[in-house]
């Protein structure tokens, strides 16, 4: 992917659309001495007058970033809620600094234990003020198995569902454990069919963003 150089607020909308021809970005930050403006969307520049000023659609501009210091696993979150393929980071101070690309982060989850160990995937949910991920660590742990990752895969009607990824050579006992301390499993697996369709799901996507 070709550098997405921030916009100024007084380049021309014909100028942004050539930068956007010149890249593989959905996205190009909009940055005014050093603050991120906004971002523009290529699909947005195809529809503005191409003889005005990005200064004159700020008020379309999308509204997303990270922190420097964000974890990568929220970080895949906000590119998820921005619906981009480039992701702005900040500083403490609110200065841009530069940005992420989505490829980059798919890679890096991808080389995670979470998906490149063997092991079992169980999907469990509690309530939300009842559920601690050191009960779940304590829970794995107490049946001999080993916690290799785990995450907040849904929340709903005060409801936190979560997908968590252990090495052990069976489940049952971690599933029953589970059920004991009053959490709803929805699903547990031996042969880790889950990871692997995270993976193909993952490989699908950096093919797609490498058309």
């Not at 593989?24 to 403006?37: A, E, G, Y």
């Not at 004991?180 to 699908?204: A, C, P, Q, W």
């Amino acid at each position: 992917m070709n550098d997405c150089l921030p916009l100024l607020p007084n380049y021309s909308v014909a100028m942004a659309g050539e930068m956007f021809a010149l890249s593989t970005c959905t996205h190009i930050p909009v940055v005014d001495n050093d603050k991120l403006l906004g971002l523009i969307s290529e699909e947005d520049v195809e529809g503005f007058d191409k003889d005005k000023k990005v200064n004159d659609y700020l008020y379309l501009l999308d509204h997303f970033f990270v922190r420097k210091r964000t974890v990568w696993l929220d970080v895949l979150e906000a590119f998820a809620a921005g619906n981009s393929n480039i992701m702005p980071v900040l500083d403490q101070d609110g200065n841009y600094l530069g940005y992420y690309e989505l490829l980059d982060m798919i890679g890096l989850f991808r080389e995670t234990p979470f998906l490149s160990e063997q092991g079992g995937v169980v999907i469990v949910e509690k309530g939300m003020s009842d559920y601690s991920f050191s009960e779940i660590s304590q829970i794995v742990e107490s049946n001999n198995g080993r916690l290799l990752g785990a995450f907040i895969s849904d929340m709903h009607d005060d409801i936190t569902q979560v997908t968590v990824k252990v090495s052990s050579s069976g489940l049952d006992d971690i599933i029953q454990t589970f059920r004991r301390y009053s959490y709803n499993v929805i699903s547990g697996n031996e042969d880790d069919s889950y990871v692997e369709e995270l993976k193909r799901r993952s490989e699908y996507l950096n093919r797609y963003l490498n058309i």
